[in-house]
């Protein structure tokens, strides 16, 4: 026999175990807070920064509808559930707007609690319940993507799903009408804040058939809670989908035996409304972003030209190894096989339990689709480990003994969790002097104006400074970065300076194309009069180039911090857009874990700079050094280059001794505009003008 001990707690001591574990939850969350308080650099405004790049759209769109108004084609979300709610509690909460969405995420992603404890209260095991809070509300993955300053939509997208298994199970349970608005409710919230979230919930839909089909189908009651469940889903207003079921539930609740009858044309109206409003497209699209798609293939191609495909580059997408798997589920490989095998126990004695299915089922699909998927099986695994260890301590006959002893579990299952949120300390997505960068350029450009920059940075820019940008955390894809790319790898100043003009004015001009079919790249071709793209990209360094008239300025922004990623930018452009020839792969490798030796300087990663004979040895292949270089500041702040040449071929290197880092790169990097303008300084006075030059950030402004 699997099933518990029946519990029925009271009202007060269920409050009571909702409090502990919210402010556990809480506590967890200031730990970060307490270590990087101290780090000048994180701080702007007299507070922490936020430790997630997408949190700055979502506060550039809360930023906008406080203050009433936005620039058109700015891309800022004020129409997203985020923003709506984060100025609304901005009005509310007496605390500054970067206290506000630091902390955020800490409080409302504790709420996990809540809906757990309620799953265990519902099947008459609160212990059960409030142990899986304690778990789920800090396990790897949930805790990463809810801690302090990880301002973004994941502080709501597993409370809500969960709190809609909550509803469900309630309904299975109990079988009455009035647990049929909750359905409902949580389901179009959920929707409301996470648009994504279609997928899984048609999901419980056809978990909810399938459960009918199974064990009760001539239930109509399970019926019932399939169409409430598809009344969420439907891709029509909020208030619409509260107020439909409403009506439906008011025949349901006051006209039995005439609901009995025309249930299933209802039923199939509403099918019928689904497919209308969406079906499986939103699904289907999700699925081929994420799970059937051929991750040996690094190009998408359109129409007309071949891309370099982002997804290949983002590594939440990528295949993750089993140990990191149950790592970010269940804080240990240990706990996540135990917590397996609890779930499936827990289903086993609680049927109710097979609608948390397509939860595990997102969180497993984790395995080949990416690390981001893992975040979703933490509440059911955090189900499976609590019922395991009161299961077992139900063997206990002294009671005392009994409590004590699911404590000790709880807390040997809590404390890899609680050292992994001891050692992750997450830096801030910005330092101080990278935001007063962007907070000059602010004040130096206008609203209208654009910057070029890779994609991630594009949020912080737009949110700092108040401009517009080519492409950001949510547009990136192959043909919106292969311009920046290109002008950040461009080895003159012409193209790149050509390129920077002619997109960001083809950009905005196709906002108002209500006709156009092809992406920007594509249309600004056409409109160019150009087929072949490498025809395009020759004429582009062309001096006499004619480009369109100039309606707003143009800044192009190059941070240190792009050293970093500076090989996969350059991805994106380093390809032949027709497909036709493979273009050689360039080599650009960067470190400070430097070593002197005195005979050599070692680099890392089998990569060595011979003194005696200016050599490089990489492994065991010896290659010339062509340049070195030094960089570095004078007390001025101005860049000085010490330049020796060894050799007509071969690698270059150089030595930014101001940053104690060395570069190790071909011609085709060290020709590149980002090495060029941001390590030596060395720009084109007729085509760009320095706008910010400091040692983290550089701006320039484009003369044409």
């Known amino acids: 026999m699997l099933k518990l001990q029946e519990e029925h707690t009271s009202l ?26 101290s780090v000048p650099q994180f701080h702007w405004n ?25 620039e058109e084609h700015d891309l800022s979300p004020v129409d997203s559930a985020m923003s709506k709610i984060t100025a609304l509690l901005s009005q509310i909460i007496p605390v500054s707007f970067e206290t506000l969405i630091l902390y955020m995420p800490s409080f409302i992603g504790s709420l996990i609690v809540i809906p757990l404890i309620l799953i265990g209260r519902s099947l008459n095991q609160t212990t059960m319940g409030f142990i899986a809070a304690l778990i789920g509300s800090i396990a790897h993955s949930y805790y990463n993507r809810t801690m302090t300053g990880y301002y973004d939509t994941d502080m709501l997208n597993i409370v809500l799903p969960v709190l809609e298994v909550y509803s469900l199970i309630l309904a299975l349970t109990h ?26 919930d048609t999901a419980l839909f056809m978990i909810i058939i399938g459960y009918a089909l199974a064990f009760d189908r001539k239930n109509i009651y399970i019926y019932k809670i399939a169409l409430f469940i598809l009344i969420g889903i439907l ?36 099918m019928g409304i689904y497919f209308f409003t969406g079906g499986v497209d939103p699904i289907w699209a999700l699925l081929k972003g994420y799970v059937f798609r051929d991750t040996t293939e690094n190009t998408l191609q359109t129409a007309v030209l071949n891309y370099y495909n982002v997804m290949s580059t983002v590594r939440e997408a990528g295949h993750i190894p089993f140990t990191l798997f149950a790592e970010r589920i269940s804080g240990h490989v240990i706990t996540f096989v135990l917590a397996c095998i609890g779930y499936v126990m ?47 301590s139900q063997f206990i006959q002294i009671k005392a003994v ?30 101080t002097g990278e935001v007063e960068a962007l907070h000059q350029l602010g004040k130096i450009a206008s609203a209208e104006d654009y910057v070029v920059a890779w994609w991630d940075y594009g949020y912080p820019i737009r949110y700092y400074s108040d401009i517009k940008t080519w492409i ?111 273009p050689q792969q360039p080599f650009f490798y960067s470190t400070r874990s430097v070593q002197d030796t005195g005979q050599t300087i070692e680099l890392g990663q089998g990569l060595s700079i011979v003194k005696a004979s200016s050599t490089l040895k990489i492994g065991m292949q010896s290659l010339p050094i062509k340049s070195f270089y030094q960089v570095g500041y004078d007390k001025d702040q101005k860049v000085q280059v010490n330049q020796q040449n060894f050799a007509s071929e ?55």
């Open 12 to 37: 007060r001591t269920i409050l009571i175990l909702m409090a502990i574990a919210y402010l556990f939850s809480i506590s967890m969350r200031f730990i970060w807070v307490n270590e990087v308080s």
């Open 46 to 70: 007299n507070e922490l920064m936020i430790s997630n790049n997408d949190g700055y759209s979502f506060a550039e769109g809360a930023r906008d509808i406080l203050q009433g108004h936005h």
């Open 175 to 200: 079988q009455r009408n009035r647990y049929l608005i909750p359905i409902t409710i949580s389901i179009a919230l959920y929707q409301w804040w996470y648009p994504q979230a279609y997928a899984l």
């Open 235 to 270: 891709a029509i207003p909020l208030i619409s989908k509260i107020s439909l079921a409403l009506v439906v539930f008011a025949f349901f609740h006051f006209r039995n035996e005439l609901s009995l009858k025309f249930f299933w044309p209802l039923f199939a109206g509403i």
């Open 346 to 392: 827990a289903i086993i004695a609680y049927r109710p339990l097979l609608v948390t299915l397509p939860l595990a089922g997102l969180g497993f699909l984790a395995m080949s689709s990416g690390l981001r998927f893992t975040i979703y099986a933490v509440p059911v695994m955090a189900i499976g480990i609590a019922y395991l260890i009161v299961y077992l």
């Open 402 to 431: 009994r409590y004590v002893s699911m404590l000790l579990l709880t807390v040997a299952i809590l404390y890899p969790n609680y050292r992994h949120i001891k050692e992750y300390m997450m830096p801030t997505v910005m330092t």
């Open 472 to 582: 950001d955390g949510g547009k990136h894809s192959g043909d919106v970065n292969y311009p920046a790319s290109f002008v950040l790898t461009a080895k003159d100043s012409t193209s790149a300076a050509h390129m920077m003009r002619l997109y960001t004015e083809y950009t905005e001009k196709g906002f108002s194309e209500t006709n156009k079919t092809k992406n920007d790249f594509e249309y600004m071709m056409e409109k160019e009069g150009v087929r072949d793209p490498n025809d395009f990209i020759t004429t582009l360094a062309l001096p006499e180039y004619k480009l369109p008239q100039k309606t707003r300025d143009v800044y192009l922004y190059l941070p240190l911090r792009m050293m970093e990623i500076f090989p996969t930018v350059a991805l994106f452009s380093n390809l032949d857009l027709t497909g036709k020839s493979q």
């Open 650 to 704: 071969g690698l270059s290197v150089i030595y930014m001794a101001s940053y104690g880092q060395f570069l190790v790169l071909d011609d085709y990097y060290l020709q590149s505009q980002y090495i060029q303008m941001f390590v030596f300084e060395n720009y084109d006075k007729n085509l760009f003008q320095p706008v910010i030059m400091s040692p983290m950030t550089k701006i320039f402004k484009l003369k044409i």
